[in-house]
C-alpha cells in the first residue's frame, strides 16, 4: 500500500530530526526511541573503540574501517569540528558497530567514558618543507589535553597515537599519565605501522613478491634517520645488493615526506595510514581478545636499548604489549643506522618529556 502525501511529510520529517547535525547529542531516533536504545538492539559484543580526530583526513577512512571492523562494538568519532556529519555518514553502514558522534572539548569525558582502545590522529599535518618536529609546538598541547582525558576517563584503554611527532607525543602522553598516576606501559603504543607497510610494499616490488607475502622488521621511531628497516631480517628470509639496500632504506625513511610532497600542501598521507592504524587496531583488539602469537612494531617504553621509548616488534595481549622483542642480530649497516636513529631519538624523547614538566 502506497504512503499517502501527510504519511511522506511525516516520514520525511522524522528522518530530518534523525539526521539533525545540530542535534549532536544524537538521543532522538525515529518512532520516538532513544537512538542509542534502538541502534544498539542490532549492535554486536565486541570492544569499544574512540577515535580522536575522527573528522580529519586519516580520522575519515579509519572510521569508515574500523565500523567495518566485526571486533568492535561500539564506535565514538570525537573531534572538534565535523562530527556530526561524519557519524550520520558512518553509522549508516550496515555492520554491527554502534556509532556515536562528539563534537568539541566539552564533550571529550563522554566519548572516552568505558573506552577500550583510544586511536588518536588529531593534530595538524605536514606541508612541503616541514619536518615532523615542526608540528611539535601545536600537535604536543593536543595530544597533552586529550591525554588528560584519558587518564580521568578511560585509564585502562589502550593508546595507539598516530598525532606527528610520533617520536616525541608518546613521551609527552607517557609523562601526562604519570602524572596522573595512570601509566600503564603496556598500553601506550605509538604507531609506526605505516613504515612496516611501506617497507612491505617497497621490498615487495623489489623482490617480485606479493607483499602480504613480505614482513620487514621497522625499528627506531617514525621520522627521518629514526625509521630504521632491518632489511636482513625480512621474511621470507632474502638478500639485497648494496644499491638496493641504500635505495630501499631511504625510500622506507622518506616515504612520508614522498606523499607530503605529491599532496603539494594539501596535507599528508591519510588513506594509507588509516590502513595501517586499522591494521594495528585489530592487532591489539585481537590480542584483547586473548588470541596468541600477535606481534607488531610499535613505538613503545622499552628496554631495548639505553632510551626509554624505542620501536620494534611487540608482543600483544589481554593487558595490551605482553613482551617486547630484542632487536636480533643487525649487520654492519643496521648498526651504523641503529646509533644515528639513537641519537636523534633522544632529542625528540627529552623534548616531548621536557614539553609537560616546563
Ligand atoms: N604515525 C604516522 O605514521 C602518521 C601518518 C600520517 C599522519 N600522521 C599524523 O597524524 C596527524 C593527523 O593527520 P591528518 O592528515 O588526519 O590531519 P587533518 O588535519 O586532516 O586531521 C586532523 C584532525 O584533528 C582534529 N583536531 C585538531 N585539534 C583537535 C583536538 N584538540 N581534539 C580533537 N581533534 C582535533 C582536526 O579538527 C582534524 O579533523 C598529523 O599530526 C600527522 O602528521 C601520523
Ligand atoms: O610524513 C608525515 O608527515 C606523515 C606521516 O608521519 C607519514 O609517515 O606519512
Same mark, same amino acid.
Given at each position: 500500500m502506497?504512503?499517502?502525501?501527510s504519511q511522506?511529510n511525516?516520514?520525511?520529517a522524522t528522518?530530518a530530526?534523525?539526521?539533525?547535525p545540530s542535534?549532536?547529542s544524537q538521543?532522538v531516533g525515529?518512532?520516538?526511541?532513544? +537512538?542509542?536504545d534502538c +541502534? /544498539?538492539?542490532?549492535?554486536?559484543?565486541?570492544f569499544?573503540v574512540?577515535?580522536?580526530? &575522527?573528522a580529519?583526513?586519516?580520522?575519515?577512512p579509519?572510521?569508515?574501517?574500523? $565500523?567495518?571492523?566485526?571486533?568492535v562494538?561500539?564506535l565514538?568519532l570525537y573531534?572538534?569540528?565535523n562530527?556530526?556529519g561524519?557519524?550520520?555518514?558512518?553509522?549508516h553502514?550496515?555492520?554491527?558497530a554502534?556509532?556515536?558522534?562528539f563534537?568539541?572539548q566539552?564533550q571529550l569525558?563522554e566519548?572516552?567514558i568505558?573506552?577500550?582502545?583510544v586511536?588518536? %590522529? /588529531?593534530?595538524? %599535518? +605536514?606541508?612541503?618543507g616541514?619536518?615532523?618536529?615542526?608540528? #611539535?609546538n601545536?600537535?604536543?598541547?593536543?595530544?597533552k589535553t586529550?591525554?588528560?582525558g584519558?587518564?580521568?576517563?578511560?585509564?585502562?584503554a589502550i593508546?595507539?597515537?598516530?598525532?606527528?611527532? =610520533?617520536?616525541?607525543? =608518546?613521551?609527552i602522553? &607517557?609523562?601526562v599519565f604519570?602524572?596522573?598516576g595512570? #601509566?600503564? %606501559?603496556k +598500553?601506550?603504543?605509538?604507531?609506526?605501522m605505516l613504515?612496516?607497510v611501506r617497507a612491505?610494499?617497497?621490498?615487495?616490488?623489489?623482490l617480485?613478491?606479493e607483499?602480504?607475502?613480505?614482513d620487514? %622488521?621497522?625499528?627506531?621511531?617514525h /621520522?627521518? =634517520?629514526t625509521?630504521?628497516?632491518?632489511l636482513s631480517?625480512?621474511?621470507?628470509?632474502?638478500?639485497f645488493?648494496p644499491?638496493?639496500i641504500?635505495?630501499?632504506?631511504?625510500?622506507?625513511?622518506?616515504?612520508?615526506?614522498?606523499?607530503?610532497?605529491?599532496?603539494?600542501?594539501?596535507?599528508s598521507?591519510?588513506?594509507?595510514?588509516?590502513?595501517?592504524a586499522?591494521k594495528?587496531?585489530? &592487532?591489539?583488539?585481537?590480542?584483547?581478545r586473548?588470541?596468541?602469537?600477535?606481534?607488531?612494531?610499535?613505538?613503545v617504553a622499552?628496554?631495548?636499548?639505553?632510551?626509554? #621509548? #624505542?620501536?620494534?616488534?611487540?608482543?600483544?595481549?589481554r593487558?595490551g604489549?605482553?613482551?617486547?622483542?630484542?632487536?636480533?642480530?643487525l649487520?654492519?649497516?643496521?648498526?651504523?643506522?641503529l646509533?644515528?636513529? $639513537?641519537?636523534?631519538l633522544?632529542?625528540s624523547i627529552?623534548?616531548g618529556?621536557s614539553?609537560?614538566?616546563?
Amino acid at each position: 500500500m502506497e504512503a499517502n502525501n501527510s504519511q511522506v511529510n511525516q516520514r520525511i520529517a522524522t528522518i530530518a530530526a534523525h539526521l539533525n547535525p545540530s542535534n549532536n547529542s544524537q538521543t532522538v531516533g525515529p518512532l520516538g526511541l532513544e +537512538r542509542r536504545d534502538c +541502534r /544498539a538492539k542490532g549492535g554486536s559484543a565486541g570492544f569499544k573503540v574512540a577515535i580522536l580526530g &575522527a573528522a580529519g583526513g586519516i580520522g575519515q577512512p579509519l572510521a569508515m574501517l574500523m $565500523k567495518m571492523n566485526p571486533l568492535v562494538s561500539v564506535l565514538h568519532l570525537y573531534d572538534v569540528v565535523n562530527t556530526p556529519g561524519v557519524t550520520a555518514d558512518i553509522s549508516h553502514m550496515d555492520t554491527g558497530a554502534v556509532v556515536r558522534g562528539f563534537l568539541g572539548q566539552q564533550q571529550l569525558e563522554e566519548a572516552l567514558i568505558g573506552m577500550d582502545l583510544v586511536i588518536i %590522529p /588529531a593534530g595538524v %599535518p +605536514r606541508k612541503p618543507g616541514m619536518t615532523r618536529d615542526d608540528l #611539535f609546538n601545536i600537535n604536543a598541547g593536543i595530544v597533552k589535553t586529550l591525554c588528560e582525558g584519558i587518564a580521568k576517563c578511560c585509564p585502562k584503554a589502550i593508546v595507539n597515537l598516530i598525532s606527528n611527532p =610520533v617520536n616525541s607525543t =608518546v613521551p609527552i602522553a &607517557a609523562e601526562v599519565f604519570k602524572k596522573a598516576g595512570t #601509566f600503564d %606501559p603496556k +598500553r601506550l603504543l605509538g604507531i609506526t605501522m605505516l613504515d612496516v607497510v611501506r617497507a612491505n610494499t617497497f621490498v615487495a616490488e623489489v623482490l617480485g613478491l606479493e607483499p602480504r607475502e613480505v614482513d620487514v %622488521p621497522v625499528v627506531g621511531g617514525h /621520522a627521518g =634517520v629514526t625509521i630504521l628497516p632491518l632489511l636482513s631480517q625480512v621474511k621470507p628470509p632474502c638478500s639485497f645488493t648494496p644499491k638496493e639496500i641504500d635505495y630501499l632504506t631511504d625510500r622506507i625513511q622518506n616515504g612520508g615526506t614522498e606523499v607530503v610532497e605529491a599532496k603539494a600542501g594539501a596535507g599528508s598521507a591519510t588513506l594509507s595510514m588509516a590502513y595501517a592504524a586499522v591494521k594495528f587496531a585489530d &592487532a591489539c583488539l585481537r590480542g584483547l581478545r586473548g588470541d596468541a602469537g600477535i606481534v607488531e612494531c610499535a613505538y613503545v617504553a622499552s628496554h631495548v636499548t639505553e632510551l626509554p #621509548f #624505542f620501536a620494534s616488534k611487540v608482543r600483544l595481549g589481554r593487558s595490551g604489549v605482553e613482551e617486547i622483542h630484542p632487536l636480533g642480530l643487525l649487520n654492519e649497516y643496521e648498526r651504523v643506522g641503529l646509533e644515528k636513529a $639513537k641519537k636523534e631519538l633522544a632529542v625528540s624523547i627529552q623534548k616531548g618529556v621536557s614539553f609537560v614538566n616546563k
